[in-house]
């Protein structure tokens, strides 16, 4: 609400729908059946401290403390700990593990989720180890409480068809025999569907055209860079 903030919103219409807001839809599905899951934030819900431990928890904070905790001001710096923070793949006690393949029947099927409040009480309850399992929207929308409870305005963005780009060269690459027939040796691939995060926030590190929604994706895939 304070015009001087990073993370200042004009719209208060917007306010109420990105800060408030404790309940929300995620759109999931393919592009020609795409299915609306009610999805409850409840940013509000006794989590401060789960989320603050989880600050504690980064291996951001393990490396060096003293500059986590100068930065945590910072909306680029949270979001880029909170996003390593909300998979358990990089062995820093992250929120949720993502299985996409095989039986789920020891643990949470990822399409029983509606809510990021039992998933983070869960996982302070088992003493920070990562709750099994999650997939992308899972992440996301866990991802979105949190950020919302530490006062970063956040949305969740659903893309249908979505590339998935492997070697980086902006293109899905397919190839073909001398006779036309399809080679299966592309590692790109195109998602029936993928959910991610965008977070309001100014960068006066890339100037002001670049500001407003941010992408941030907590799904783990390929590392970045490195």
Same mark, same amino acid.
């Given at each position: 609400w304070f015009s001087g903030d990073d993370?200042?919103?004009?719209?208060?219409?917007?306010?109420?729908?990105?800060v408030l807001n404790e309940n929300g839809i995620i759109f999931v599905g393919n592009a020609r059946y795409i299915e609306? %899951?009610?999805?409850? =934030? !409840? &940013?509000?819900?006794?989590?401060?401290?789960?989320?603050? @431990?989880? $600050?504690?928890?980064?291996?951001?904070?393990?490396?060096?403390?003293?500059?986590?905790?100068?930065r945590r001001g910072d909306p680029k710096?949270?979001?880029?700990?909170?996003?390593?923070?909300?998979?358990?793949?990089?062995?820093?006690?992250?929120?949720?593990?993502?299985?996409?393949?095989?039986?789920?029947?020891?643990h949470e099927n990822p399409s029983r989720w509606d809510g990021s409040v039992v998933i983070l009480k869960k996982w302070r309850q088992d003493?920070? %180890?990562?709750?099994? =399992? !999650? &997939?992308?929207?899972?992440?996301?929308?866990?991802?979105? @409480?949190? $950020?919302?409870?530490?006062?970063?305005?956040?949305?969740l963005v659903s893309n249908f068809n979505s590339a998935h780009d492997v070697d980086r060269n902006l293109s899905i690459d397919k190839y073909y025999d001398s006779s036309g027939r399809?080679?299966?040796?592309?590692?790109?691939?195109?998602?029936?569907y993928h959910v991610w995060n965008e977070s309001w926030f100014v960068r006066p590190d890339l100037g002001r055209s670049y500001s407003g929604w941010q992408v941030l994706d907590a799904t783990p895939q390929e590392q970045s860079k490195g």
């Amino acid at each position: 609400w304070f015009s001087g903030d990073d993370v200042y919103i004009a719209n208060e219409n917007e306010r109420q729908e990105y800060v408030l807001n404790e309940n929300g839809i995620i759109f999931v599905g393919n592009a020609r059946y795409i299915e609306a %899951r009610a999805w409850y =934030y !409840g &940013q509000f819900q006794d989590l401060l401290n789960i989320c603050l @431990t989880m $600050l504690d928890l980064s291996l951001y904070y393990r490396q060096d403390p003293a500059m986590d905790v100068s930065r945590r001001g910072d909306p680029k710096y949270l979001g880029r700990v909170i996003s390593s923070m909300i998979n358990g793949n990089d062995n820093d006690n992250g929120v949720l593990l993502g299985k996409w393949q095989g039986s789920f029947h020891s643990h949470e099927n990822p399409s029983r989720w509606d809510g990021s409040v039992v998933i983070l009480k869960k996982w302070r309850q088992d003493n920070y %180890r990562p709750v099994q =399992y !999650g &997939q992308c929207w899972v992440f996301a929308g866990v991802m979105c @409480t949190v $950020l919302r409870c530490l006062g970063i305005p956040t949305r969740l963005v659903s893309n249908f068809n979505s590339a998935h780009d492997v070697d980086r060269n902006l293109s899905i690459d397919k190839y073909y025999d001398s006779s036309g027939r399809s080679l299966n040796i592309s590692k790109d691939s195109t998602w029936d569907y993928h959910v991610w995060n965008e977070s309001w926030f100014v960068r006066p590190d890339l100037g002001r055209s670049y500001s407003g929604w941010q992408v941030l994706d907590a799904t783990p895939q390929e590392q970045s860079k490195g």
